[in-house]
């Protein structure tokens, strides 16, 4: 399933969702749009997830289009022009209705009506980004922590302590705090074994090291809970992290 935005707001109070859901290789695909607040659906019908075979193995296309779960009315906003190939994770959508995506190695901003703004490449598979309250875009390209601005310009860079050499990745994607705090953590490939270690970090805005601390086990999600309580889990092993401390 993929969720999508829409390119209009809802009205104060309303919620909307949409999923896209199908196999590779089915005729069709459904698209949902679900009203979170009145529990109503509406259900479109869209392209095939594939449409072409290589060596016997599909390769999928995916679409992400909005629909208004509140109105039963045209699709508001359709995407298939094929410029995100690859989406692992979910988009995040910035206050302006900027929305930002990931594809294999790239980062790329839209607006509110899908007109891609601009791209970032950069080496290795990019995580699930973060906004910070300033407009800045915070996400993991395998080894190493990337800060965009808004305008797609990079900032700063953090490299952090070498765990497993080569193996090295960050796999979940970094948190934000309302201070501007960034946290994020290292760890072994796309699934840790139980007893490989991992390290969560803490930077300033600027990328600066506030702490580090290191964990038994790898970690494969990162959670910021009230009071800034960071919240880790990974193999077997749900880690809680106050100021440094596990």
Same mark, same amino acid.
């Given at each position: 399933?993929?969720?999508?935005?829409?390119?209009?707001?809802?009205?104060?109070?309303?919620?909307?969702?949409?999923?896209?859901?199908?196999?590779?290789?089915?005729?069709?695909?459904?698209?949902?749009?679900?009203?979170?607040?009145?529990?109503?659906?509406?259900?479109?019908?869209?392209?095939?997830?594939?449409?072409?075979?290589?060596?016997?193995?599909?390769?999928?296309?995916?679409?992400?289009?909005?629909?208004?779960?509140?109105?039963?009315?045209?699709?508001?906003?359709?995407?298939?022009?094929?410029?995100?190939?690859?989406?692992?994770?979910?988009?995040?959508?910035?206050? *302006?209705? /900027?929305? #930002?995506?990931?594809?294999?190695?790239? +980062?790329? =901003?839209?607006? %509110?009506?899908?007109? !891609? $703004? @601009? &791209?970032?490449?950069?080496?290795?598979?990019?995580?699930?980004?973060?906004?910070?309250? *300033?407009? /800045?875009? #915070?996400?993991?390209?395998?080894?190493? +922590?990337? =800060?965009?601005? %808004?305008?797609?310009? !990079? $900032? @700063? &860079?953090?490299?952090?302590?070498?765990?497993?050499?080569?193996?090295?990745?960050?796999?979940?994607?970094?948190?934000?705090?309302?201070?501007?705090?960034?946290?994020? =953590?290292?760890?072994?490939?796309?699934?840790?074994?139980?007893?490989?270690?991992?390290?969560?970090?803490?930077?300033?805005?600027?990328?600066?090291?506030?702490?580090?601390?290191?964990?038994?086990?790898?970690?494969?999600?990162? =959670?910021?809970?009230?009071?800034?309580?960071?919240?880790?889990?990974?193999?077997?092993?749900?880690?809680?992290?106050?100021?440094?401390?596990?």
């Amino acid at each position: 399933m993929v969720w999508g935005p829409t390119a209009d707001r809802p009205p104060p109070g309303a919620a909307r969702a949409l999923l896209r859901s199908g196999r590779q290789g089915e005729k069709d695909v459904r698209v949902d749009a679900q009203d979170a607040r009145a529990g109503s659906r509406d259900q479109r019908r869209a392209p095939p997830a594939c449409n072409r075979s290589r060596r016997k193995h599909r390769v999928q296309r995916r679409q992400s289009r909005a629909l208004s779960p509140t109105t039963v009315g045209p699709t508001r906003l359709g995407l298939q022009d094929r410029t995100i190939r690859h989406a692992f994770s979910a988009p995040v959508i910035a206050p *302006d209705g /900027t929305v #930002y995506a990931t594809s294999n190695t790239s +980062l790329i =901003a839209f607006t %509110p009506a899908g007109k !891609k $703004k @601009w &791209v970032f490449d950069e080496k290795g598979l990019a995580t699930q980004p973060a906004l910070g309250a *300033d407009g /800045t875009i #915070y996400l993991g390209y395998s080894k190493k +922590l990337y =800060a965009i601005g %808004p305008d797609g310009e !990079k $900032k @700063w &860079v953090f490299v952090p302590d070498r765990v497993h050499g080569e193996y090295d990745r960050l796999i979940a994607p970094p948190v934000v705090d309302k201070d501007g705090d960034i946290f994020f =953590a290292a760890s072994y490939l796309v699934s840790p074994p139980p007893d490989s270690p991992a390290i969560s970090y803490a930077l300033d805005s600027q990328g600066k090291l506030k702490w580090r601390l290191k964990l038994p086990t790898g970690v494969t999600a990162v =959670a910021l809970g009230p009071g800034g309580t960071l919240y880790v889990g990974g193999g077997r092993l749900l880690c809680c992290i106050v100021d440094g401390r596990g």
